[in-house]
């Protein structure tokens, strides 16, 4: 079992920054691939970047590419996001997700996932 928390959403208005972190507790960090995914209301989950369980391999949907990095502590069962250049429709409740094996973009193949944190830009 691995329990995620995320934190480091809030408001912000457009073209600022925010850093999303997941903190992992239970089974070692290192052992999963991880995930960053948003929802809106009446929306589906959509993907937004993965990360490999060393962190050398990550990837990003294509809406998010050169604002977003994702990055990973396992020294301190961390997940990142850092997001800049925001834009009112990256607002979203954002959830991490860990998976075993590869990383993946698709949300079925994750098994554990936090509660999300909010993320709120104003235009």
């Known amino acids: 079992q691995v329990q995620l928390v995320e934190s480091g959403g809030g408001l912000v208005q457009a073209g600022g920054s925010l850093r999303l972190s997941c903190v992992a507790t239970?089974?070692?960090?290192?052992?999963?691939?991880m995930g960053w995914f948003r929802q809106n209301p009446g929306t589906e989950r959509e993907f937004v970047g993965s990360i490999s369980r060393d962190g050398n391999t990550n990837d990003l949907v294509a809406a998010v590419k050169g604002r977003f990095t994702i990055s990973r502590d396992n020294a301190k069962n961390t997940l990142y996001l850092q997001m800049n250049s925001l834009k009112p429709e990256d607002t979203a409740v954002y959830y991490c997700?860990?998976?075993?094996?590869?990383?993946?973009?698709?949300?079925?193949?994750?098994?554990?996932w936090g509660r999300g944190t909010q993320v709120t830009v104003s235009s």
């Open positions: 239970g089974k070692p960090f290192s052992m999963y691939s």
């Open positions: 997700a860990a998976k075993a094996g590869l990383p993946r973009t698709e949300r079925f193949s994750y098994i554990y």
